[in-house]
């Protein structure tokens, strides 16, 4: 299937989600994501809820995060140039909603992409070897290349991996791990 299609098909399998099944599906994916070993670092980039996309609710994270003293990391995106500029979420960073539905940063101290140890990336589908699909404009693929070798990638998924590779290229940069309501699956 061609990443057009998968695009497609996972935006329809969201629209048919319950807010009540979002919720839990989250919720599911957070815990889960207590197994994966990364809680020894330091910075971690988390992606904020597009509500209006049916995203993994990502604020049981942001707690989770915070209730280990971690540095959480979000972003704020530049549509002209496809790329994010990365800011230090702390509880006085004033947010707004972007024209495109992204709960963005309004200011706050910038942090290089070189400093992330983890970054959590949205997505609509992904592999068994860790290939994704996501909204199509290569923002996580530009971020991703900028930031270190050892960065860890792990995507959040309400869905299972296609049973199919993935279309990829050069430039698609691959998970380490996908966290969904049902476990863990490393690359």
Known sequence: ???????????????????DEIADMSMAIANNLLR????QKTYFHLFLTMENQKEVHTDSIQHI?????????????????????????????????????IPEPVDGIEVPSTKLDVVFVPLLAFDSKGHRVGYGKGFYDRFLAACRPDVIKIG???????????????????????????GIISF
């Not at 199919?164 to 691959?174: A, G, K, R, S, V």
Request: proline fraction near 6%; charged fraction near 25%; charge should be negative.
């Open 1 to 19: 299937m061609e990443k057009k299609e998968l695009r497609q098909k996972y935006k329809a399998l969201r629209a048919a989600l319950h807010p």
């Open 36 to 39: 994966v070993n990364v809680w």
């Open 65 to 101: 995060l915070w209730g280990r003293d971690k540095e959480i990391v979000v972003s704020k995106s530049d549509f002209e140039s496809h790329t994010l500029t990365h800011y230090l979420l702390s509880e006085s960073t004033r947010l707004a909603i972007s024209p495109f539905g």
């Open 156 to 182: 959040l998924s309400f869905f299972e991996a296609e049973t199919q590779e993935i279309p990829h290229n050069d430039t698609d940069i691959p998970l380490d791990y996908c966290v969904t309501p049902n």
